[in-house]
C-alpha cells in the first residue's frame, strides 16, 4: 500500500502528517490525492469518518504559495461546527509550511472575522450564508481563488443552501480546481458537478456496510415513558467514558440535561438556541472530559468530531437513515471500538426496519436492563477504580491507617464498607421528561423541520436579509 512519502509530497507537509499520527492514506486519501496534486476535479463520494478532510486538506495546503498573501483557496461547509474542525486540520496540515486557515461562520461577531482577515490568511473555510455576507461587503475577495472545495454537498442541498453555492461558484475564477465531496449524489448534487465541475474524477469509498464496522449496534424495544429510567440503568451498567446522547427537539435535549443533571450525572446540553460562546464551552468541556455526557439534536452535532466517543445514545429514534449513520459515527472512529443503543417504542419498529434495510445490517436487540444489572455495573466500576488506585498511586501515607483499622476489624468487613461507601447508588429521584408521540415518518415534514432549525442554527443573518430582499421574478400578466 503506498504511504504519504510514495505520493510525492513536500517535506513540510510529509512532516505534518507525521506530526499528526497518520501512518498511511485512508482509501480516499490514497485515490482523491494523486489527482488533486494534478490539477484534477474530484467527485469523492464517501461516508463520515473516511478521513476526507485530509484528502482535499493535504493537496490543498501543499499547492498553496505561501508567499502570496491572498485568499488562494476555499472550502465551503454546512455548519459553523464543521468550519471550525476543518479550519483546524487545515492548520495542523499547513503548520510547517505556515498556511494559514481561517473559519469564517455566522452566529461569530463579524467584525472579529474582519480583524482575522487583516492576518491575511491563504484558505477560508466558510459556511454560505457568513461566506456571502462577506463577499457582498468586500472584505473577502475570491478572484485569485484557484482551488474550491464544496464539503457534505448533500447536507447543503437539505439545508437549502445550493443557489448559494452555485452564486459562490460563479464569484470564483473559473480557471480553477473544485473538488466536491458528498455521503451521496442526489440529482441536483450531480446537476452542480455538470455545471461547475471540468471532467471530474469520479471516487467512490463504499464500505460493505454503510455504518461504522467498529461500532456495535443495539436497540432496546421501550415504551416512551420508561426511556429515562432505562437511559440510567444503561449509563450506570456500561459507564461510559465519553458519550453522546441524541434527542429529538431542543426541549427534549434541555429537559435531558436538567433530568441528568438531578440524578448525579455528569452531562451538557446542544441544540441551536446556543450562542457562540457557550457552544464553544460546552464543546470544550467534553473535549477535555470535564463533561462526560453530550446530549444534543442531530443539527447540533453535525461534524463533530471528538475522539474518544466511547458511547452513542439514540434516546430519540432518528427521522430517517442519515441521521442514524451520522450520529453513531461518532463513535468507533480510528480503529477503536463504540457501541450504539437506539431506544424504540413498539410503534417505532417499522422506522427501525427501514434503517436496518438502508444499511445492510441487522439491528441486535437488547432486554430492558435491570435495576440489579445497575447495582452490579457501579460495583464493578468501583473495584476497577479502587484496584487502579493500588496499581498506579502511592498508598504509603495511609498503610498506618489501615494498619490500625484491620486491628480491630477482620479485612473483608472493612473492604465490604469500603466498596459500599465508594459504589454510587441508583439515582430514582423523580424527573418531569415530556412525552413525544412516535415518529411520523412523512419525509416532506421532516426536512422542513431540519431546514429550519439549520437555518436558525448557522445564525446567517445577512444571508437571510438577502433572500428576503431577492427581486421577485417579473410576472406575465393577461393583456386581454
Same mark, same amino acid.
Given at each position: 500500500?503506498?504511504?504519504?512519502?510514495?505520493?510525492?509530497?513536500?517535506?513540510?507537509?510529509?512532516?505534518?502528517?507525521?506530526?499528526?499520527?497518520?501512518?498511511?492514506?485512508?482509501?480516499?486519501?490514497?485515490?482523491?490525492?494523486?489527482?488533486?496534486?494534478?490539477?484534477?476535479?474530484?467527485?469523492?463520494q464517501a461516508q463520515t469518518g473516511t478521513g476526507k478532510t485530509a484528502a482535499f486538506g493535504i493537496p490543498l495546503v501543499e499547492k498553496m504559495d505561501v508567499d502570496v498573501e491572498v485568499v488562494q483557496g476555499l472550502i465551503v461547509a454546512p455548519t459553523r461546527e464543521?468550519?471550525?474542525?476543518?479550519?483546524?486540520?487545515?492548520?495542523?496540515?499547513?503548520?510547517?509550511?505556515?498556511?494559514?486557515?481561517?473559519?469564517?461562520?455566522?452566529?461569530?461577531?463579524?467584525?472579529?472575522?474582519?480583524?482575522?482577515?487583516?492576518?491575511?490568511?491563504?484558505?477560508?473555510?466558510?459556511?454560505?450564508?457568513?461566506?456571502?455576507?462577506?463577499?457582498?461587503?468586500?472584505?473577502?475577495?475570491?478572484?485569485?481563488?484557484?482551488?474550491?472545495?464544496?464539503?457534505?454537498?448533500?447536507?447543503?442541498?437539505?439545508?437549502?443552501?445550493?443557489?448559494?453555492?452555485?452564486?459562490?461558484?460563479?464569484?470564483?475564477?473559473?480557471?480553477?480546481?473544485?473538488?466536491?465531496f458528498s455521503a451521496t449524489m442526489p440529482k441536483p448534487i450531480q446537476n452542480l458537478a455538470q455545471q461547475f465541475m471540468h471532467h471530474p474524477e469520479f471516487i467512490s469509498i463504499k464500505n460493505k456496510e454503510v455504518t461504522v464496522p467498529d461500532t456495535a449496534q443495539?436497540?432496546?424495544?421501550?415504551?416512551?415513558?420508561?426511556?429515562?429510567?432505562?437511559?440510567?440503568?444503561?449509563?450506570?451498567?456500561?459507564?461510559?467514558?465519553?458519550?453522546?446522547?441524541?434527542?429529538?427537539?431542543?426541549?427534549?435535549?434541555? =429537559? !435531558?440535561? +436538567?433530568? *441528568?443533571?438531578?440524578?448525579?450525572? /455528569? $452531562?451538557?446540553? #446542544?441544540?441551536?438556541? &446556543?450562542?457562540?460562546?457557550?457552544?464553544?464551552?460546552?464543546?470544550?468541556?467534553?473535549?477535555?472530559?470535564?463533561?462526560?455526557?453530550?446530549?444534543?439534536?442531530?443539527?447540533?452535532?453535525?461534524?463533530?468530531?471528538?475522539?474518544?466517543?466511547?458511547?452513542?445514545?439514540?434516546?430519540?429514534?432518528?427521522?430517517?437513515?442519515?441521521?442514524?449513520?451520522?450520529?453513531?459515527?461518532?463513535?468507533?472512529?480510528?480503529?477503536?471500538?463504540?457501541?450504539?443503543?437506539?431506544?424504540?417504542?413498539?410503534?417505532?419498529?417499522?422506522?427501525?426496519?427501514?434503517?436496518?434495510?438502508?444499511?445492510?445490517?441487522?439491528?441486535?436487540?437488547?432486554?430492558?436492563?435491570?435495576?440489579?444489572?445497575?447495582?452490579?455495573?457501579?460495583?464493578?466500576?468501583?473495584?476497577?477504580?479502587?484496584?487502579?488506585?493500588?496499581?498506579?498511586?502511592?498508598?504509603?501515607?495511609?498503610? =498506618? !491507617?489501615? +494498619?490500625? *483499622?484491620?486491628?480491630?476489624?477482620? /479485612? $473483608?468487613?472493612? #473492604?465490604?464498607?469500603? &466498596?459500599?461507601?465508594?459504589?454510587?447508588?441508583?439515582?430514582?429521584?423523580?424527573?418531569?421528561?415530556?412525552?413525544?408521540?412516535?415518529?411520523?415518518?412523512?419525509?416532506?415534514?421532516?426536512?422542513?423541520?431540519?431546514?429550519?432549525?439549520?437555518?436558525?442554527?448557522?445564525?446567517?443573518?445577512?444571508?437571510?436579509?438577502?433572500?428576503?430582499?431577492?427581486?421577485?421574478?417579473?410576472?406575465?400578466?393577461?393583456?386581454?
Open positions: 500500500m503506498p504511504t504519504f512519502y510514495d505520493m510525492g509530497l513536500s517535506d513540510p507537509i510529509i512532516r505534518a502528517t507525521l506530526n499528526m499520527g497518520f501512518e498511511e492514506p485512508t482509501p480516499i486519501q490514497e485515490q482523491t490525492i494523486p489527482f488533486a496534486l494534478k490539477g484534477t476535479d474530484v467527485i469523492g464543521l468550519a471550525i474542525q476543518v479550519a483546524e486540520e487545515l492548520n495542523k496540515i499547513g503548520r510547517f509550511k505556515h498556511i494559514r486557515a481561517l473559519p469564517i461562520y455566522g452566529g461569530q461577531d463579524i467584525n472579529y472575522q474582519i480583524r482575522a482577515l487583516r492576518n491575511r490568511p491563504q484558505i477560508i473555510v466558510g459556511t454560505p450564508g457568513r461566506l456571502m455576507d462577506h463577499m457582498r461587503r468586500k472584505t473577502i475577495r475570491l478572484q485569485h481563488v484557484t482551488m474550491v472545495i464544496i464539503d457534505e454537498a448533500d447536507e447543503m442541498l437539505n439545508m437549502g443552501f445550493i443557489e448559494d453555492i452555485e452564486n459562490i461558484l460563479r464569484e470564483v475564477p473559473e480557471q480553477r480546481q473544485t473538488l466536491l443495539n436497540y432496546i424495544e421501550v415504551q416512551e415513558r420508561q426511556k429515562f429510567d432505562v437511559l440510567c440503568r444503561l449509563l450506570d451498567i456500561q459507564t461510559p467514558d465519553l458519550a453522546i446522547i441524541f434527542g429529538r427537539t431542543k426541549r427534549r435535549v434541555d =429537559e !435531558l440535561c +436538567e433530568a *441528568l443533571n438531578t440524578r448525579g450525572y /455528569s $452531562v451538557e446540553g #446542544l441544540h441551536g438556541d &446556543l450562542n457562540q460562546s457557550k457552544r464553544d464551552s460546552v464543546l470544550k468541556h467534553f473535549r477535555e472530559g470535564t463533561t462526560q455526557i453530550l446530549v444534543a439534536t442531530d443539527v447540533a452535532a453535525r461534524g463533530l468530531d471528538i475522539p474518544g466517543v466511547t458511547h452513542i445514545y439514540n434516546f430519540d429514534i432518528p427521522q430517517d437513515t442519515e441521521g442514524y449513520v451520522h450520529r453513531i459515527g461518532r463513535t468507533g472512529r480510528a480503529g477503536k471500538t463504540g457501541l450504539a443503543v437506539t431506544f424504540v417504542t413498539p410503534r417505532e419498529l417499522g422506522q427501525l426496519k427501514l434503517i436496518e434495510q438502508a444499511i445492510r445490517k441487522k439491528i441486535d436487540r437488547k432486554p430492558v436492563p435491570t435495576l440489579i444489572e445497575a447495582i452490579e455495573g457501579q460495583q464493578r466500576l468501583t473495584v476497577e477504580r479502587l484496584m487502579k488506585v493500588v496499581e498506579e498511586e502511592d498508598t504509603l501515607p495511609y498503610r =498506618e !491507617l489501615a +494498619e490500625e *483499622l484491620l486491628e480491630e476489624n477482620d /479485612s $473483608v468487613s472493612l #473492604l465490604s464498607a469500603a &466498596l459500599k461507601l465508594l459504589t454510587k447508588q441508583p439515582n430514582v429521584t423523580p424527573v418531569n421528561i415530556t412525552e413525544e408521540a412516535p415518529l411520523k415518518t412523512r419525509k416532506s415534514r421532516n426536512i422542513m423541520a431540519r431546514q429550519q432549525e439549520y437555518r436558525k442554527w448557522d445564525g446567517e443573518r445577512g444571508f437571510n436579509k438577502a433572500r428576503r430582499n431577492r427581486p421577485k421574478p417579473a410576472q406575465k400578466v393577461n393583456k386581454y
